[in-house]
């Protein structure tokens, strides 16, 4: 029989209204969705992804503060590096952090030091606590990010909705770095490119959940079941059996983030 079990390597639980959050927990036996890794944006977020993970041990936490969105104030970031440092046995990972590739974009002259600083206060704490970090790196931030997790030694970093260049790419490629494919796949040219060419070990599905898709889910709710479709694209796109990409991403996920 064929397993069909999967695993959103990345969604952000915290951001659904309460009902639809509830509604997509709820369903997870129906649609074959064993574990999810809801990551978080800043404090608040983590509080609740704590709660999430402490109420259903299905759900697993990781703790961030992701970069598109200003740097935070005051004591907000040593709150959050407290929070870690006493809940850091409830969280799989660090994440989502990495480099604001989007807000730069609206403002090619923002400092992106003080981020960097930050960023590699983040790796310092995964690699205190042994844990995988969750990266939000696009394009041209790929060589300042894999640079900073060279000089600390880190293994496990996890590149969620990658996107790069072949230069980009090869970073990743040399360091055994783990992506993750969103259902994108199913419409986006440059997404089924990466799957062509980046090795299924070193790939995992999530759903970057409530992000909205386009095309064909422009009126679906994003949910775990997507993945479902994703991996039947993926299948197609590598020529791999769908059973094998079941599976192969499957057992990526639970070793990576040791589930
Ligand atoms: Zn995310």
Redesign the pocket.
């Known amino acids: 029989m064929l397993n069909k079990n999967v695993i959103d390597a ?1 969604v ?1 639980l915290d951001a659904y209204k309460k009902a639809e959050r509830q509604i997509i927990i709820d369903e997870m036996e129906k649609f074959d969705v064993d574990h999810m890794i809801s ?1 978080s944006s800043n404090l608040a977020s983590a509080i609740i992804n704590l709660s999430l993970t402490r109420k259903n041990s299905r759900v697993k936490a990781a703790f961030g503060f992701h970069p598109e969105q200003p740097l935070p104030k005051g004591q907000e970031l040593e709150a959050l590096f407290l929070f870690i440092e006493r809940f850091h046995d409830e969280m799989v990972a660090v994440g ?1 952090i990495g480099l604001p590739y989007f807000r730069m974009q609206e403002n090619k002259n923002m400092d992106l030091d003080p981020y960097i600083e930050m960023l590699e206060e983040f790796i310092i704490i995964a690699k205190r606590y042994n844990k995988p970090i969750v990266l ?1 790196v696009i394009r041209e931030h790929t060589p300042i990010v894999c640079s900073l997790l060279e000089k600390h030694s880190i293994e496990k970093a996890h590149f ?1 909705w990658f996107k790069g260049n072949e230069k980009e790419i090869e970073y990743l490629l040399e360091n055994n770095y783990f992506i993750s494919i969103t259902p994108d796949v199913l419409y986006d040219a440059e997404t089924k490119k990466l799957v062509k060419e980046y090795p299924l070990t070193r790939m995992m599905v999530e759903t ?1 959940g409530p992000w909205q898709y386009k095309e064909s889910f422009q009126h679906t709710k994003t949910h775990p079941k997507l993945i479902h479709q994703s991996i039947s694209e993926i299948s197609s796109i590598k020529g791999i059996t769908v059973e094998n990409v079941y599976e192969q991403l499957y057992q990526n996920t639970i070793n990576f983030y040791g589930l």
Request: a negative charge; aromatic letters at 0%; zero cysteines.
């Open positions: 990345h952000h990551v989502e939000h969620h970057d």
